[in-house]
C-alpha cells in the first residue's frame, strides 16, 4: 500500500498491472489506485481542459516545446506570454465558458467552482488567493494571487516569468534526470517534483477521461518530452454523468443541469471555452 496526502490514502500501486482507473479500482477492492495514464485522455488546467499532448496547443506543452527547440528562453516573446495577454474571462461563467446571465457572472475568475463539487464561490475564492500566495513563497516568490491565475491572465511580467522559469526548470531537471512519483511523503506546493500527480475519474457511458487536479506543469512537461503515459493516483470518487441532477452545485442553484453537462462535456471532449484563444491555430498563421 502507498500512503498518499490530501485525501488519497492507501492507494494501491498498480502501475505495472493496469492503465484503466475502472479495471484498477475493481483490483483494488474500491480503494484509490496509482496507475499510468494515457496522458491523451487527462484533461490539463482545470476547466480549460486541453488534451496533454504535443498536438493540443495546450500552452504549458507548447511553451515547452519551443522552449526544447531552443525558439523561447524567456517569458517574454513565450507561448505562455501569448496565452496569458488573450485568455483573460471576465468572470466565473466566462471561465467555464457559459453565458452570459449565469449564475456565475457576478463572481471573479477565482471564484469559480464546478457543478460536481459542493464550493461555495466566495469561499472558494478566499481560499484560492490564499493557497497561491502560499504556493508561490514556498517556491520562492513572493507574489499575490491577483497578479495571475495559472488557468488564465490576465498575468503580471513577473508571475509569468516564474511561470516560464518553473517551467523550464522542471523539463531541465526531468530531461536529465528521468520521472518518477517514489515518494509518497513528497509535498507538490513546495515544488517537489517526486509528489504524486492527481486527478479524478470522469465517467459517460463506456467511456473515461482523468480530469488533473495536482501536477499540471508536470504532465505538460513529460508530454512535451514525448511521454505517451504518466504516473497518476486517481480518487476512488468518479464524476459520473448519469448523476448530474444530483450534484451538489446542481442542488444549490449555481447550474443548472444543462449547464452542468454542457461542462461536464466540453471537459470530457477536451473542448476549451469558445472564447479561449487557440495556439493551435495561431502556430498555423505564424507558419
Given at each position: 500500500m502507498t500512503k498518499l496526502k490530501k485525501n488519497i490514502a492507501d492507494a494501491v500501486d498498480l502501475r505495472d498491472v493496469i492503465d484503466d482507473p475502472r479495471e484498477a479500482f475493481e483490483h483494488s477492492g474500491g480503494q484509490p489506485v496509482l496507475i499510468q495514464v494515457p496522458l491523451e485522455q487527462v484533461r490539463n488546467l482545470g476547466p480549460l481542459a486541453f488534451s496533454v499532448t504535443r498536438a493540443s496547443g495546450e500552452p504549458f506543452v507548447a511553451t515547452v516545446q519551443a522552449y526544447l527547440r531552443g525558439e523561447q528562453k524567456t517569458y517574454r516573446g513565450s507561448w505562455l506570454e501569448w496565452f496569458y495577454s488573450r485568455w483573460t474571462p471576465a468572470n466565473a461563467a466566462d471561465l467555464l465558458g457559459l453565458p452570459e446571465g449565469s449564475t456565475l457572472a457576478a463572481s471573479p475568475?477565482?471564484?469559480?467552482?464546478?457543478?460536481?463539487?459542493?464550493?461555495?464561490?466566495?469561499?472558494?475564492?478566499?481560499?484560492?488567493?490564499?493557497?497561491?500566495?502560499?504556493?508561490?513563497?514556498?517556491?520562492?516568490?513572493?507574489?499575490?494571487?491577483?497578479?495571475?491565475?495559472?488557468?488564465?491572465?490576465?498575468?503580471?511580467?513577473?508571475?509569468?516569468?516564474?511561470?516560464?522559469?518553473r517551467l523550464s526548470l522542471l523539463t531541465d531537471i526531468i530531461k536529465r534526470y528521468g520521472f518518477e512519483t517514489d515518494d509518497p511523503n513528497a509535498d507538490p506546493d513546495r515544488n517537489d517534483i517526486r509528489a504524486h500527480i492527481k486527478g479524478k475519474l470522469m465517467i459517460r457511458g463506456t467511456e473515461w477521461r482523468i480530469l488533473g487536479t495536482h501536477g499540471n506543469h508536470r504532465r505538460s512537461v513529460l508530454a512535451a518530452l514525448g511521454w505517451s503515459h504518466a504516473p497518476m493516483a486517481i480518487n476512488n470518487k468518479p464524476i459520473r454523468r448519469e448523476h448530474s441532477a444530483s450534484w451538489p452545485n446542481v442542488r444549490k442553484g449555481l447550474f443548472t443541469v444543462a449547464q452542468a453537462l454542457e461542462i461536464f462535456d466540453r471537459i470530457f471532449e477536451g473542448r476549451q471555452p469558445a472564447s479561449c484563444p487557440s495556439i493551435r491555430a495561431a502556430k498555423d498563421i505564424r507558419a
Open positions: 475568475i477565482h471564484a469559480f467552482v464546478y457543478p460536481w463539487r459542493s464550493d461555495d464561490p466566495i469561499r472558494r475564492q478566499a481560499r484560492k488567493l490564499k493557497s497561491m500566495r502560499q504556493e508561490n513563497r514556498q517556491k520562492g516568490a513572493d507574489i499575490s494571487g491577483e497578479e495571475g491565475y495559472v488557468w488564465a491572465g490576465p498575468m503580471s511580467r513577473r508571475k509569468g516569468e516564474f511561470e516560464f522559469a
